[in-house]
């Protein structure tokens, strides 16, 4: 499974981007379809995952509230809307996508088997 993110750019903030994951074959052959973040020095980060079975999602306390994971309308994309950004949501975000991962296992980059190449986010304050 070959991904590849994009739609980052420079915000300020209190504005939105939408980031798009774009896959090589539909999204709900995966598991759980996630988006990471990751600054320099910094492990990285979960932000928020799909269930390809009943569409379920899951955030990070950080965001709740402020982003919304999604699928798109074309089987083999993710969304991720990031509303009201704040400079500590900068950051290089990935897409993953988890083949065979359990719930509770989400939030660990780790369980995921692909990855994209990253789209930065840059939010000015």
């Known amino acids: 499974v070959q991904l590849q993110a994009s739609g980052g750019g420079l915000v300020q903030a209190g504005g939105s981007l939408r980031l798009s994951c774009t896959a090589s074959?539909?999204?709900?052959?995966?598991?759980?379809m996630g988006w990471f973040r990751q600054t320099p020095g910094k492990e990285r980060e979960f932000v928020a995952a799909i269930k390809s079975s009943g569409g379920h999602t899951y955030y990070t306390d950080s965001v709740k509230g402020r982003f919304i994971i999604s699928r798109g309308r074309v089987k083999n994309t993710v969304f991720l809307q990031m509303n009201s950004l704040r400079p500590e949501d900068a950051a290089v975000y990935y897409c993953?996508?988890?083949?065979?991962?359990?719930?509770?296992?989400?939030?660990?980059?780790?369980?995921?088997?692909?990855w994209g190449q990253g789209t930065l986010v840059t939010v000015s304050s």
């Open positions: 993953a996508a988890a083949q065979r991962a359990i719930q509770s296992a989400i939030r660990d980059p780790e369980a995921y088997d692909n």
């Open positions: 074959v539909p999204t709900y052959s995966a598991r759980f």
